[in-house]
């Protein structure tokens, strides 16, 4: 098993490969970040008042323009198009922790918060020649941080 990289070291060596496609781990971090960002993004847009309130179809129109560009296939079909507020990944950001590390025909892009939050699993896979998220996982911990009793659970979005 090779060990996961920070961003740093993954900008200057780190390389994600499957089927001949070759994406800098960077670059899958970055994926991820503008996923987070564009979610986001939406999610402050449409507050739950105006969401409840009548507008969930241009909501749901925009979420599908997102999910079109960041999911697989898969993860859509498997996704209902809720709203949060505040944002889900409102602590997915260039200050968190972010490590990219192997997994099972994919690339894992782990992002680590502090405080009393949730940290997130992204699984990409390459489908015809373009990165996507397939899987995403959450993990609740206290303020100093997860410990062994502190689980993965998958998320539907």
């Known amino acids: 098993k090779s060990p996961t990289r920070s961003w740093t070291s993954a900008a200057r060596s780190g390389r994600s490969e499957k089927r001949g496609e ?3 781990d960077r670059e899958l971090i970055q994926l991820v970040l503008d996923f987070a960002r564009e979610m ?9 008042k105006d969401f409840l309130g009548g507008k969930s179809q241009q909501f749901h129109a925009q ?3 997102i999910w079109s560009r960041y999911l697989t296939p898969r993860k859509m079909q498997r996704s209902t198009g809720g709203i949060h507020s505040p944002p889900l990944f409102r602590k997915v950001t260039e200050e968190a922790v972010i490590t990219v590390g192997p997994g099972k025909n994919r690339r894992v892009v782990e992002v ?8 997130f699993q992204f699984a990409l896979v390459c489908r ?5 998220i397939d899987s995403l996982k959450k993990r609740y911990h206290g303020v100093n941080g997860p410990t062994e009793d502190d689980k ?3 998320e539907s979005l």
């Not at 986001?40 to 739950?48: A, H, I, K, S, Y």
């Not at 015809?128 to 996507?132: E, S």
């Open 40 to 48: 986001n993004d939406l999610e402050r847009t449409f507050p739950l």
């Open 112 to 119: 680590l918060v502090d405080g009393f939050e949730c940290d």
């Open 152 to 154: 993965w659970f998958y």
């Open 63 to 65: 979420l599908h323009n």
């Open 128 to 132: 015809d020649g373009q990165w996507r």
């Open 22 to 24: 070759v994406m800098e």
